[in-house]
């Protein structure tokens, strides 16, 4: 089976917040008119963990281990001898974040005669020496527009934020010495 070596960020030095603001959230059991939400049979990886960090392990490890995987995760992945660089000579895949990613280099991929598939949880491929993948015969993947919409609220609330002695709406205004809106 496949040796899968996946780089994600370090688990919190503090640890984890022992509650969230979601926590009060009502649970939301079904839709109006009776349609119930999706339900998982199952969850392999703790509620509230970070499933892009080490110990959250994307929630892959129970899955790729059942199916005879091998499944390495580190967030050591810079110097000789870090843990990707050992565990990449036999690596067939090998994922990583865009924003803590592990660099394939042409060095890198020359080192790793069996890595087919490169891939990125979340957007980018910048991180990867695409010409020596070309080469290699290995394939880049990357989890196009996963991040589409937080983007695009992230702007529409930049955009508000540039703007904040206007008017809001006639009915509203907003207080430029205390960030509030009165509506």
């Not at 598939?117 to 070309?134: E, F, K, N």
Request: aromatic fraction near 8%; proline fraction near 8%.
């Amino acid at each position: 089976m496949a040796k899968i070596v996946c780089v994600l960020y370090p688990d919190p030095v503090d640890g984890y917040p022992t509650s969230y603001p979601r926590d009060a959230i009502p649970r939301i059991e079904h839709y109006p008119g009776g349609q119930t939400t999706p339900t998982p049979q199952a969850l392999d990886f703790t509620p509230g963990r970070l499933l892009g960090s080490v110990s959250g392990e994307l929630g892959l490890r129970a899955y790729l281990e059942s199916a005879g995987h091998t499944f390495v995760v580190t967030s050591d992945k810079d110097g000789p001898n870090s843990v990707f660089e050992r565990e990449l000579m036999d690596a067939e895949v090998v994922i990583s974040q865009p924003f803590w990613p592990a660099y394939l280099t042409a060095e890198r991929i020359a080192k790793a005669p069996r890595l087919r598939l490169a891939h990125t949880a979340g957007i980018g491929s910048d991180h990867v020496d695409l010409q020596a993948a070309m080469t290699a015969g290995l394939t880049v993947t990357e989890v196009t527009y996963s991040n589409s919409i937080s983007v695009a609220e992230h702007v529409v609330m930049m955009i508000l934020a540039l703007v904040p002695c206007s008017a809001v709406s006639s009915r509203s205004t907003w207080n430029c010495t205390t960030p509030t809106l009165t509506v």
